[in-house]
């Protein structure tokens, strides 16, 4: 017997949005994002800077990896990349007003993170 009625459809995009890998391969691991992170906007933007613990490194002086995909208040959970080269062009376009502090002490971060590489800088 056939059931009688609609069906509810609800979409929703997940994972979508920035792509800031330049190639594969990757590595990342999971991180559920501290809820300090989300004080300013309900989105912490692909690219972002990520600490210990999972707190938003806004002035790029201890990271522990880079955000792989936005990630959203509503579900805190993330990808931080360890291990990957990135195109910091299309970070600075998802960061957008924060790219510039986050990113100004690129040495610093490029120490911090050895096994990430990035390329394509926007100065150029």
């Known amino acids: 017997m056939a059931v009688d009625g609609k069906m509810a459809v609800k979409n929703a995009t997940i994972g979508g949005g920035v792509e800031i890998l330049n190639r594969p391969p990757y590595e990342g691991v999971p991180m559920t994002l501290d809820a300090d992170s989300f004080s300013s906007a309900d989105v912490v933007k692909a690219g972002s800077l990520i600490q210990e613990k999972g707190v938003v490194d806004t002035s790029g002086t201890a990271p522990i990896g880079v955000l792989l995909f936005d990630v959203y208040k509503d579900r805190p959970q993330?990808?931080?990349?360890?291990?990957?080269?990135?195109?910091?062009?299309?970070?600075?376009?998802?960061?957008?007003?924060?790219?510039?502090?986050?990113?100004?002490?690129?040495?610093?971060?490029?120490?911090?993170?050895?096994?990430i590489v990035f390329e394509e800088d926007p100065g150029e």
Do not use: F, Q
């Open 78 to 115: 993330g990808t931080i990349l360890k291990k990957a080269y990135v195109n910091l062009t299309r970070i600075k376009e998802s960061l957008g007003e924060t790219y510039d502090a986050m990113y100004s002490n690129i040495e610093t971060i490029k120490t911090a993170l050895p096994m």
